[in-house]
């Protein structure tokens, strides 16, 4: 092999995997290399040539980083669905994601007549501070017209180092001139956890995405509940539904808060390090509480995680649909100038040693969502016993006579659910229904 070869094959691996040309020679220089180990010549050979043809005789010019980098691309993008490269944007974006922090003004948009349209300014942010409200069509950042401009392009301008300046144009409905609105960026923390209590005693918390401080987010909420309750709750249903994963620590300590003991998740690989097993402190949140998680087929990664988990320990009932069926790990690989490698290193396994890699988490208790109707032709005014004229009399209780329901409910709206919620989530009326149940045996069996 000539020395020109030689050396044309060693930066052709330098860029394809940041492999410097010292450690290339040296590699060629070890005669014991296991087989395994020792470099693809003929197939660096054909690589450099394809390279060559391309920069040489290509119709267009091409710049050698496209090139290289769309090499990487699909090296990567053959090996499984959840492997590839990230340029710097996506980088970014995927650090902003698992964080839930980034340098913004704390608006949700959407887009609507080629202008960007607020959906709603997130509480004590600079958006929400300087009063600008849900409808407001944003129709200039600075001296940049949004019209037609792409939605993520309108988001990233908007994005930005905290304590820099941004001028919003805004029209807004009522008013006859557009307003002008200058907002100093700062650090947005997306929250992904929400609650609600259904009713007394039963709470409701969603985790739209495991991000680095969503355990801490679910710890806070719980509280909020609790002070809403004016005490512990009796039972909790946690929705994991269409939520497509993250951070698996995030999904770790999730898990960890409503068990005592005992293993949470195994994850299994060939590097270094990627054979850990991850197992629950003591101190249950709802300390033994019932609790009901609804997944369905959105339910991906992490999610599967704490499902598995909680599963496994007999701690919740999982109610819904099979989940995604994705058990495997992928590790971020900062490669040191703004891009990374996103390479599945792991597979994990539930305490009990399952992989759920494209099986998925079987729920317990199998629940499509479908919509109720109300039968509005049904006769509330139907007869009883009690309506006929010289019925007997109950003999062991004379106020059964006059007994009626305090609250009845209203034609679509049953009693103790959250509004109509029969009709508009069924999944989650049953869990509370089941939760309610639960409560009830654990009652009797304490009692």
């Known amino acids: 092999m000539s020395a020109a070869t030689r050396h044309a094959l060693a930066l052709a691996l330098s860029f394809v995997a940041g492999i410097s040309l010292t450690a290339v020679h040296a590699v060629w220089a070890e005669k014991e290399t296991p087989p395994e180990n020792k470099l693809p010549l003929d197939e660096l050979r054909t690589f450099t040539g394809v390279l060559d043809a391309v920069k040489q005789d290509y119709v267009e010019?091409?710049?050698?980083?496209?090139?290289?980098?769309?090499?990487?691309?699909?090296?990567?993008?053959?090996?499984?669905?959840?492997?590839?490269?990230?340029?710097?944007?996506?980088?970014?974006?995927?650090?902003?994601?698992?964080?839930?922090?980034?340098?913004?003004?704390?608006?949700?948009?959407?887009?609507?007549?080629?202008?960007?349209?607020?959906?709603?300014?997130?509480?004590?942010?600079?958006?929400?501070?300087?009063?600008?409200?849900?409808?407001?069509?944003?129709?200039?950042?600075?001296?940049?017209?949004?019209?037609?401009?792409?939605?993520?392009?309108?988001?990233?301008?908007?994005?930005?180092?905290?304590?820099t300046p941004i001028t919003l144009t805004i029209v807004r409905e009522g008013v006859r001139k557009p307003l002008k609105v200058k907002l100093i960026r700062e650090v947005i923390q997306v929250r992904s956890v929400k609650s609600r209590l259904l009713e007394p005693g039963f709470g409701y918390m969603r985790i739209t995405q495991f991000q680095a401080k969503t355990a801490q987010n679910l710890q806070q909420e719980l509280q909020t509940l609790e002070q809403q309750n004016k005490a512990p709750l009796k039972g909790l249903v946690l929705d994991l539904r269409n939520n497509p994963g993250g951070v698996l620590n995030g999904a770790v300590d999730v898990a960890d808060d409503f068990l005592e003991d005992g293993a949470i998740v195994?994850?299994?690989?060939?590097?270094?390090?990627?054979?850990?097993?991850?197992?629950?402190t003591p101190g249950d949140l709802l300390k033994a509480a019932p609790m009901v998680v609804l997944v369905n087929g959105g339910s991906a990664s992490a999610s599967e995680i704490v499902a598995g988990a909680l599963q496994d320990h007999h701690r919740a009932l999982i109610l819904g649909e099979r989940t995604f069926g994705k058990g495997s790990v992928q590790t971020i690989l900062p490669l040191g100038n703004g891009t990374a490698v996103k390479l599945t290193t792991a597979r994990y396994y539930?305490?009990?040693?399952?992989?759920?890699?494209?099986?998925?988490?079987?729920?317990?208790?199998?629940?499509?969502?479908?919509?109720?109707?109300?039968?509005?032709?049904?006769?509330?005014?139907?007869?009883?016993?009690?309506?006929?004229?010289?019925?007997?009399?109950?003999?062991?209780?004379?106020?059964?006579?006059?007994?009626?329901?305090?609250?009845?409910?209203?034609?679509?709206?049953?009693?103790?659910?959250?509004?109509?919620?029969?009709?508009?989530?069924?999944?989650?009326?049953?869990?509370?229904?089941?939760?309610?149940?639960?409560?009830?045996?654990q009652n009797r069996k304490s009692g």
Do not use: C, W
């Open 350 to 441: 539930t305490p009990s040693g399952r992989s759920i890699q494209a099986a998925g988490i079987e729920p317990d208790i199998k629940l499509k969502p479908f919509k109720v109707a109300t039968d509005d032709g049904a006769n509330p005014d139907i007869i009883k016993e009690s309506d006929l004229s010289g019925h007997l009399r109950n003999d062991h209780n004379d106020k059964i006579e006059d007994a009626q329901p305090d609250n009845p409910p209203e034609p679509g709206k049953p009693s103790g659910a959250d509004g109509d919620l029969v009709q508009n989530d069924y999944q989650l009326y049953e869990a509370l229904n089941f939760l309610k149940g639960m409560t009830l045996l």
């Open 61 to 163: 010019p091409v710049k050698d980083k496209d090139l290289l980098e769309n090499a990487i691309r699909g090296m990567l993008s053959n090996l499984d669905p959840h492997s590839a490269f990230l340029d710097a944007e996506a980088f970014q974006d995927l650090q902003v994601g698992t964080s839930g922090e980034f340098g913004g003004l704390g608006i949700e948009v959407g887009q609507e007549d080629g202008f960007i349209k607020v959906i709603a300014p997130i509480d004590d942010t600079p958006a929400q501070r300087a009063g600008i409200r849900a409808g407001d069509l944003i129709i200039r950042l600075d001296d940049t017209s949004v019209k037609g401009m792409a939605l993520p392009d309108a988001i990233q301008r908007m994005r930005g180092k905290p304590n």
């Open 266 to 280: 195994q994850t299994k690989g060939r590097g270094t390090g990627s054979d850990q097993s991850f197992k629950a």
